[in-house]
């Protein structure tokens, strides 16, 4: 699977003085974003993972091919109030060629609070589920492309 931005341990801040606590990968052959997000974040770290994934989305939505998501966040505890409306009005403000391209965002949470607060940040139409497994169903029963299995997509 290729690493799409930038590599595929961490992603660096621009200076190069921190390791972000996410992994952004795309996988070109089933048409996929895959997200992995960890750890507390403050407003940078908002900022960097919101600029890193839009440039991975806008690279996406220009070959007009649709595409989903694969965000897992069993890593991610409850988010600050500050972070998750950030988050959330980044997620608000979203372009309707985002919306339309994308055929499914499945989001991996590690708890229920978790998954009440990513149904609620994301506001776009997304499903959220507390295993792996499920959520890798429910994406490959939306793709067009209709090869994302269990098997093939690994953990982080």
Known sequence: MPVFYPNPVAVEDVDGTRTMPFVIRRDPIQSVILVSMRGFWDIETVDAYTTALDTVVNTVTASGIPFGMLIDCADYPVQSLEATRRFTDWCEAWPAPYRKDIFGI?????????????????????????????????????????????????PR
Do not use: H
Not at 116 to 140: C, I, K, M, T, Y
């Open 106 to 154: 499945a989001i991996i949470a590690a708890s229920v609070l978790n998954k009440l607060q990513a149904e609620r940040a994301f506001g776009l139409d997304v499903s959220v589920f507390l295993d792996r497994p499920s959520a890798l169903r429910w994406l490959d029963e939306r793709n067009p492309k209709a090869c994302v299995t269990m098997d093939y997509i690994s």
